[in-house]
């Protein structure tokens, strides 16, 4: 099993710029296509960004061309700059795997984001 922690959450104003960090305690490499999502409370959880192995991304409608993934491999280590933050942004974010197969049925705690003036 692995390991997911996450964090660089907090409160931001809209319009402000927040990075996430989730670390893997095994290589990232080999899990694959890493993911991040959200879930806003209410809601169930989204996927919002996913990047493979070879750096290839994609986002979700709310969220393109604001927010970038970025994997470091070496580090085992999935990042996401989230720009122009917005009051609908708000919410835990959360990294497991990403591809075909869904998600790990295990989760790190997240780290939350609060979108707010």
């Known amino acids: 099993q692995v390991q997911l922690v996450e964090s660089g959450g907090g409160l931001v104003q809209p319009g402000g710029s927040l990075t996430l960090s989730c670390a893997a305690s095994?290589?990232?490499?080999?899990?694959?296509?890493m993911g991040w999502y959200r879930q806003a409370p209410g809601k169930s959880r989204e996927l919002v960004a996913r990047?493979?192995?070879?750096?290839?991304?994609s986002y979700g409608d709310s969220v393109k061309d604001r927010f970038t993934i970025s994997r470091d491999n070496a580090k085992n280590t999935v990042y996401l700059r989230m720009n122009n933050l917005n009051p609908e942004d708000t919410a835990v974010y959360s990294c497991?795997?990403?591809?075909?197969?869904?998600?790990?049925?295990?989760w790190g705690q997240g780290t939350p984001v609060t979108v707010s003036s």
């Open positions: 497991n795997r990403g591809g075909v197969l869904g998600p790990f049925p295990y």
């Open positions: 095994r290589s990232i490499c080999s899990i694959g296509t």
């Open positions: 990047i493979t192995n070879g750096g290839t991304t």
